[in-house]
């Protein structure tokens, strides 16, 4: 009977309480996250992630890690492959009983690149000899060899997300707000990516292009298993109310964020990623009316 007695208690307890939560925000968010530490992963590394790969089976004890000598197209396809982390996120705010500030709750996508590989190889010759009839000048042919190869491995995630967060000047046309937040999640597709390119091209004498260039490239793309995320971070945000009169106006406001952050992401037969980083966010944001209260009627005399 007693303990009959304290889950009836406590449920008209939570019952109660929930009655006097509130829904006040609605977010629309992106932004994105980069890691302090973009150190290139050895390319071996991928060796778990893509089985039986023709890439990996060649020698790349010549290779240099980098990207200071590459062709102009090989650095365009390294730029997709770098640390980083975008998102896109809905989120509702709720304001709790007794509480300063709201607590956000939502759910966002997460596209991460997580792991990234890349190194090149030069090699010159000389290939050809011409010689002038006019004066026994000598022009001495080079032919150029570029060799490159590039790694990534990438997910997209689904994530829960929460966060509590305190505005000042709450109600006027600028605003701030400070809080603490974090996402878990799992994903829904992960890859690994490799590719290797070889390219040649001739040169004569002061660098004049003699048009023989040949190139050649092998792409591989590995699907990898399920995998998860989370990351923890502090939102610093300005907070711009669209209007202050007109009632379409007041509620809407645009608002950016900046996020400190620790991440940490499981890599498949690679362990734990765990990096910290920086990260923003910017979106829109509206507040949800208030009820407003009944004013009670003025006293007035009867003449």
């Not at 590459?70 to 896109?88: D, E, K, P, V």
Request: proline share 4%; aromatic share 12%.
């Amino acid at each position: 009977m007693k303990n009959t007695f304290l889950i009836f208690t406590l449920l008209l307890g939570l019952q109660s309480a929930l009655g006097q939560i509130r829904l006040t925000q609605i977010h629309l968010s992106s932004g994105s996250y980069h890691t302090f530490a973009d150190e290139p992963t050895e390319f071996s590394a991928f060796g778990t992630l893509a089985p039986g790969s023709l890439i990996l089976s060649q020698d790349f004890s010549q290779f240099e890690s980098g990207y200071s000598m590459m062709n102009n197209m090989a650095l365009m396809r390294m730029m997709r492959f770098s640390n980083n982390t975008t998102f896109q996120s809905l989120q509702v705010g709720l304001k709790l009983p007794s509480c300063s500030g709201t607590l956000r709750l939502g759910i966002s996508n997460y596209r991460n690149s997580l792991m990234n590989s890349y190194g090149y190889f030069n090699e010159s010759h000389v290939v050809d000899t011409l010689i002038s009839s006019q004066n026994g000048s000598m022009t001495f042919i080079d032919s150029t060899i570029s060799k490159s190869y590039f790694g990534n491995y990438s997910n997209q995630q689904l994530r829960l997300e929460a966060a509590y967060v305190w505005e000042v000047n709450a109600g006027k046309r600028w605003a701030f707000s400070a809080g603490a937040g974090m996402s878990l999640g799992m994903s829904y597709q992960s890859k690994t990516d490799l590719r290797y390119s070889e390219y040649s091209d001739s040169y004569a004498g002061f660098g004049t292009y003699q048009g023989n260039e040949s190139g050649s490239s092998i792409h591989e793309t590995y699907k990898n298993k399920m995998a998860w995320g989370a990351n923890i971070y502090v939102p610093l945000g300005i907070n711009f109310r669209l209007g202050t009169k007109r009632a379409f106006w007041k509620p809407l406001m645009l608002y950016t964020e900046l996020r400190p952050q620790l991440s940490l992401n499981s890599i498949p037969s690679n362990g734990l990623s765990f990096s910290p980083g920086i990260g923003s966010a910017s979106g829109l944001r509206y507040n949800i009316p208030g009820e407003k209260k009944k004013r009670s009627p003025q006293p007035h005399a009867d003449f």
